[in-house]
């Protein structure tokens, strides 16, 4: 086949580019092992004081708890009054946990109140943060006193029981980890390709393929293919990493991914080549990949619900490929879905790489044209 030769020297062109051989093979490893811990949302060490009021004992009990959990770290434990806002205001801490003595009467006059109020003060500069600690707090405070209540002859009359399916630990990297693969694959696959053919423009060199034997759509297949090949090469080795480094197990067929990310990888070296066809330079084309894949980002599920979309706006995420791809993967390694479970997406996914790939193609036979 004559297409294997322009395959070939597509090949030959990416090598060629030595500075940027450490970006293409290397730099992805590297992305998805830091992005792996620094984009998560799992609270850690987060940092906080503790205002002493309350001479009651299970204030202590609670502070006790609150040092050995590795959720918080600790600052200090102040036994006097202190101006809470300005602590917050200065940064050093995230929340602020105040206990005072209970101004409820005790049951009787001789016992002490059981437990002390307790307030909590949290920096909401960063919302998700704070909704997070709050949490957290909030369990470790329900744990003791279902733990205190256990040791009397009374019990809860009802006690809510939850059992998590599919992330039961619910780690933010099982959850993030697969996304972030997809995230690398859109990048690569973008950025690379977007440059293809305005390249063949500035070096003047497009009119020798356009005189070839090579028919428009040979060209075009030629130019897509090298990168379908170390997309797919990438993506397998960024989920080597997730699933050796970071121990996140794959409950699903593997084979179904591999489909997914084929249609995927149709639609997004489609787009790449329309803009490569419509940009001018290569600056023109590296700008609208830069756009075109902030928006695929924001709009992908990957860092935020698809359902927080307003209404007026989900049009734009049901016709991103991206947030297929990263639907798909979540379903077969966290829940161990087999294709019957989201050939719909499956589908779409198709569906739009078609559409992309046939107005692509028929710029570029416009353009060749001219």
């Not at 020297?9 to 992305?31: A, D, G, N, T, Y």
């Not at 719909?344 to 416009?366: G, P, Y």
């Amino acid at each position: 086949m004559r297409i294997r030769y322009l395959v070939k020297k597509e090949f030959i062109e990416i090598f060629r580019q030595k500075e940027l051989l450490p970006m293409l093979f290397i730099s992805p490893l590297i992305m998805i092992t830091i992005l792996g811990y620094i984009v998560k949302t799992d609270i850690e060490n987060l940092p906080v004081d503790i205002i002493n009021l309350s001479k009651n004992k299970a204030a202590y009990r609670i502070i006790n708890r609150i040092k050995q959990t590795p959720l918080f770290n600790l600052k200090h434990v102040f036994y006097e009054s202190r101006d809470t806002i300005d602590t917050l205001k200065k940064g050093d801490v995230k929340a602020v946990i105040v206990f005072r003595d209970s101004l409820e009467k005790p049951l009787s006059k001789d016992a002490p109140a059981r437990y002390p109020e307790i307030q909590v003060l949290m920096d909401g500069v960063d919302s998700n943060t704070s909704a997070v600690a709050a949490g957290y707090f909030n369990g470790i405070l329900k744990n003791y006193i279902l733990t205190d209540i256990g040791r009397t002859d009374i019990g809860l009359p009802v006690e809510a029981k939850t059992l998590i399916r599919f992330n039961p630990e619910l780690k933010s990297i099982n959850y993030m980890g697969p996304g972030i693969v997809a995230l690398l694959l859109t990048i690569l696959a973008l950025f690379f390709t977007s440059i293809s053919i305005v390249r063949e423009k500035e070096q003047q060199t497009l009119d020798t393929l356009l005189i070839s034997r090579l028919r428009p759509i040979e060209i075009y297949i030629g130019k897509a293919v090298p990168m379908a090949i170390i997309g797919l090469i990438h993506m397998f080795a960024g989920l080597t990493v997730v699933m050796l480094w970071f121990k996140i197990p794959v409950r699903g067929n593997l084979l179904y991914l591999l489909v997914a990310a084929f249609i995927f990888l149709g639609a997004i070296l489609s787009y790449a080549l329309l803009i490569s066809i419509l940009a001018s330079t290569q600056q023109q084309a590296l700008f609208f990949s830069w756009f075109s894949m902030v928006t695929f980002i924001l709009l992908s599920g990957l860092f935020t619900p698809t359902q927080n979309v307003p209404v007026g706006l989900q049009f734009l995420v049901k016709i991103n490929p991206l947030a297929y791809l990263i639907k798909i993967i979540r379903e077969i390694f966290l829940k161990g879905n087999g294709i019957e479970y989201f050939y719909k997406d499956l589908l779409s996914l198709a569906v739009i790489t078609v559409v992309i790939m046939t107005i692509s193609l028929l710029n570029f036979k416009r353009f060749i044209s001219k």
